[in-house]
């Protein structure tokens, strides 16, 4: 019996061993390129075979951690996972938990990559925002849903904003069926309410007595779709027939109307780094908006290519042609 | 009313909660578990989940949640058992055991979103283990330990007083006594209770939203180098269980086939998780039994 | 030599016995050092709401308002302690009554289909993971609720109905271990004296171990006051105490996990989450202290 507890002890021990020794190539700063776990570096063996967008001489390696938005995760772990076939020598892990937690983990060092769903300064404080470097990788479009059985299929900025904040009640007031609004929003930190907010309403929405709050966008689906007389907002990738789409001010949220910008409710996804990233990070993010991903699981996924847009946005909403 | 008809509604009222009990139970797990049957195969437990195609399966997750628990366990059952041994043979009664009984009632009551939160706090940025599996098994070793004191208590007190005075009286040390006396004869208390620890290690999630993470890295499963980032084994890697691919499939899959991946993984899980407690069921009434009858 | 052996001997026992202690002793050591960082790093983190952030503490408490993000933040933490309290001793209402007549049916009616049959499945109800409550609760309950109840189906109701069974597993095994304790004399006596089976339940059983089903009403209280991914997922979340059963509401844990990984550490907002997980940590004290009450009074 002690000579088996020793022996769990001991497996503990190098266990916690191997901990530190991980941790202090991964954690040691912003621009780390090779980490004590990674020795796969010198094996590499197909640079430049397929590798469009990067320096086909360059033997890429180093292991990096992009953390963040878990609406931008399946995209960049797709790409990644692309990324690192053709560069056996690059690790790339890529992790949820927040748009919020990523800005601060990227901001202190923890991640080599920040992913967001909103602009840094919009979450930072200004000093540390300016230490970023964003990378715009796609742009996410978002639309009002409600349930299939409302009737109303058009709503202007000032109606969602009576609808947000609680002055219109009942459908009937914007030309619907009389039946009640139930609104299914999204908790104040989220990146995707911040969004809607700033280009759809123009003004913060009220947190109603009774209104449904939800973080996950499966969530709100399901229960717009269900619930009689709902309204919510989902992404574009999101949609399908269990949820009617809603015109907004008119104007169909389909990827045309968004690049031509006729339809402004729309973010850019985005990643950052501390700094200038090194080379590999930099081949990353270049592949990150190749034509090979942009036309390939930026579309897959729902959301639009930056590549298509015809005009660029800036953090204060100044629209510009390209 | 004649106290006899009091005593007969009583009793059919008694009777018809055990029946609506039994039926609500049964109700909802044939409910998950057929739900989600027809959807198992074998290829849906081994290969990777697909992000937005159709098709995805739960292998890695798998895998996670069983690599997690053997973490979990390598680092409980030795601090358990050390812990259980002290409070049950060496802790002299007074103000200070008092203190500790009391520390391991309040640990073992803690809620695990508390616990998910002191990992993140302190597991993954002060000790920068990051996202990992091992932050995830520490974090469940902390709601798991007073468990184990607990069962080690347990297993100890069952073992007989002759069996420890003759070996005491024989001049064995104390120490060697527990180890090679009564650890053995606690076996049996101590292995059910920890397998029925075991299943709730398996379907936590709150705990590890925040410390194992909530991504599956790519895995190469014909690399068995534990410290190769890209290796199953790796512990310091991000992982994504079961019970945690659950929760984000239902709230963010956008995979058509959302729906039937949560509903077979979560009879996958309920079904894991009954095994265990049958297998922790029937392991102590055989060791019961062959202690009974040969002695 | 035989005197060198037995000093040899002793010397061993000695460093044996020294081993064991110490490493039991560490054991132990950890166990509490875990507790004290847990409450260091909770409180020191919870609290630097009232330090640094300077919210006063009695409108955190009783503030009705919870909107982080607006300018000024006002964080009333009010609707999510209203919450807590509501959803949880809901979920013991429910679960206590079946939870005796559980024990009552097992012990007193039908012991052997009782201990055989429904003792086995009410366990295993404890060991199914939180997340499949949930997704049920969500799929079933709610869906249910909408039908049947004004409302959307997610709220108060919901979230007490998912917790009262999973809280139901512990409160029937205290109760079935407290009515199984009972000296049998007692009964006997009661029945002797031509009392019935329910007066003897009634007047006999339930007075005697009221302490303890009353442990294991705390107890599930206290489980069902920390639960967070099976309330949150059914309960509707928005920020307000509601006026009905049956309309959204939000608990300190469901308020935790929506907002937790969108926030950033150290922000005003991050802290106050903080606060919300140090009340959730209090108030697990507070119920091991009662259940510990409690517990010295049924021993007397």
Not at chain 2, 8 to 23: D, E, Q, S
Not at chain 2, 229 to 238: G, I
Request: glycine share 10%.
């Amino acid at each position: 019996m002690k000579k088996s507890l020793m022996f769990v002890m001991s497996i503990v021990l190098v266990f916690t061993l191997a901990a530190c020794g991980g941790n202090n190539g991964g954690t040691a700063g912003g621009n780390n390129s090779t980490n004590g776990t990674n020795e796969g570096a010198g094996t590499n063996t197909n640079t430049g075979a397929g590798n469009e967008g990067t320096d086909a001489a360059a033997d890429l390696s180093g292991s990096y951690l992009a953390t963040g938005s878990s609406a931008l995760q399946p995209l960049v772990d797709q790409a990644a996972q692309m990324f690192m076939e053709k560069n056996s020598g690059v690790t790339i892990q890529v992790q949820g938990g927040g748009s919020g937690t990523g800005l601060a983990q990227v901001s202190e060092g923890q991640a080599n990559i920040g992913n967001s769903d909103v602009f840094a300064e919009e979450k930072l404080d200004a000093d540390k925002a300016a230490e970023l470097k964003d990378h715009q990788v796609a742009v996410v479009a978002m639309a009002a849903v409600v349930n299939p059985e409302v009737t109303v299929d058009n709503l202007t900025k000032q109606q969602l904003v009576d609808i947000f904040t609680g002055t219109i009640t009942n459908w009937s007031e914007v030309g619907g069926a009389d039946q009640k609004i139930v609104i299914v929003n999204r908790p104040a930190s989220s990146g995707t309410r911040a969004t809607f907010e700033k280009y759809a309403l123009g003004t913060k929405a009220e947190d109603l007595q009774g209104m449904i709050q939800e973080d996950s966008s499966g969530t709100v689906k399901k229960l717009v779709g269900e619930t009689p007389g709902a309204i919510g907002y989902l992404a574009l990738s999101y949609l399908d027939d269990t949820v009617k789409t809603v015109k907004y001010e008119g104007v169909e949220a389909t990827e045309e109307n968004v690049a031509n910008g006729t339809y402004p409710v729309w973010a850019y996804e985005h990643m950052y780094t501390k700094g200038e990233p090194d080379a590999a990070l930099q081949a990353f993010l270049d592949y990150m908006v190749s034509d090979e991903v942009q036309n390939g699981v930026v579309v897959e996924l729902g959301y639009i290519p930056v590549s298509k847009m015809q005009i660029t946005r800036d953090i204060d909403g100044n629209v510009t042609n390209k | 009313m004649k106290p006899r008809t009091v005593d007969k509604i009583a009793t059919g009222i008694i009777m018809a909660v055990a029946g609506f009990i039994i039926l609500l139970l049964a109700g909802f797990l044939s409910y998950i578990i057929i739900r989600g049957f027809g959807h198992i195969s074998f290829d849906f437990l081994t290969s990777p989940p697909q992000t937005f195609r159709e098709g995805g399966g739960i292998g890695p997750q798998l895998f996670n949640s069983l690599f997690l628990l053997v973490l979990t366990m390598i680092i409980t059952i030795p601090l358990g058992l050390g812990a259980g041994i002290y409070m049950s043979e060496y802790a002299k009664p007074g103000r200070l055991t008092d203190f500790i009984r009391l520390t391991v009632e309040v640990l073992s009551s803690f809620p695990s979103i508390v616990v998910g939160l002191f990992g993140l706090l302190v597991f993954v940025n002060v000790f920068e283990f990051g996202f990992s599996l091992f932050s995830g098994a520490l974090a469940l070793t902390v709601f798991n330990l007073p468990l184990m004191v607990r069962i080690t208590e347990q297993g100890l007190r069952s073992v007989p007083r002759e069996q420890k005075e003759a070996s005491l009286a024989l001049g064995i040390s104390k120490w060697k006594t527990i180890t090679s006396v009564m650890l053995p004869m606690a076996v049996p208390v101590i292995l059910t209770g920890t397998i029925l620890a075991s299943g709730r290690v398996f379907g936590e999630a709150a705990a590890l939203l925040f410390t194992a993470g909530m991504s599956s890295p790519r895995l190469d499963f014909t690399n068995w180098n534990p410290l190769d980032p890209t290796s199953p084994l790796n512990p310091f890697r991000p992982a994504e269980t079961l019970a945690v691919h659950i929760w984000k499939i239902n709230s963010e899959g956008v995979a058509p086939d959302a729906r039937e991946i949560a509903a077979g993984a979560s009879a996958v899980l309920v079904m894991t998780v009954l095994s265990f407690n049958l297998i922790a069921r029937w392991l102590g009434r055989m060791v019961y039994r062959k202690f009974t009858s040969s002695r | 030599m035989a005197r060198s052996v037995e000093r040899e001997k002793r010397s061993k026992h000695l460093v044996e016995e020294w081993v064991g202690r110490v490493y039991t002793l560490i054991c132990v050591g950890l166990l509490v050092l875990t507790i004290f960082s847990m409450v260091y790093f909770v409180a020191s983190k919870g609290l630097s709401t009232f330090f640094r952030d300077g919210v006063n503490p009695i409108d955190l408490f009783t503030g009705v308002k919870w909107a982080p993000e607006s300018e000024p933040p006002l964080f009333g933490a009010l609707p999510f302690i209203v919450g807590s309290f509501s959803t949880s001793i809901l979920a013991a209402l429910i679960a206590a009554p079946l939870g005796f007549c559980a024990a009552v049916f097992i012990v007193e009616l039908m012991p052997k289909f009782g201990r055989k049959v429904l003792q086995p499945v009410i366990e295993l109800l404890a060991g199914i993971p939180s997340v499949v409550y949930g997704f049920v609760g969500l799929s079933v309950i709610v869906p249910f609720f909408r039908d049947i109840f004004p409302g959307q189906g997610l709220g108060l109701a919901a979230g007490g109905v998912v917790l009262s069974i999973m809280i139901l597993p512990t409160i029937t095994t205290i109760a079935t271990d407290a009515l199984a304790a009972l000296p049998s004399g007692l009964k006997e006596g009661s029945y002797a004296l031509g009392s019935t089976r329910w007066q003897t339940i009634y007047r006999i059983v339930l007075p005697t171990t009221l302490p303890a089903l009353l442990t294991g009403i705390v107890l599930g209280i206290a489980r069902a006051f920390g639960e967070a991914l099976a309330v949150q997922m059914v309960i509707g979340n928005a920020p307000h105490i509601p006026r009905s059963l049956f309309e959204s509401a939000s608990t300190l844990t469901s308020a935790i996990t929506l907002s937790m990984g969108n926030t950033i550490m150290g922000t005003a907002h991050n802290n106050a989450l903080w606060t919300l997980a140090l009340i959730l940590l209090t108030m697990t004290f507070v119920f091991v202290f009662i259940v510990r009450w409690l517990e010295r009074r049924s021993k007397v």
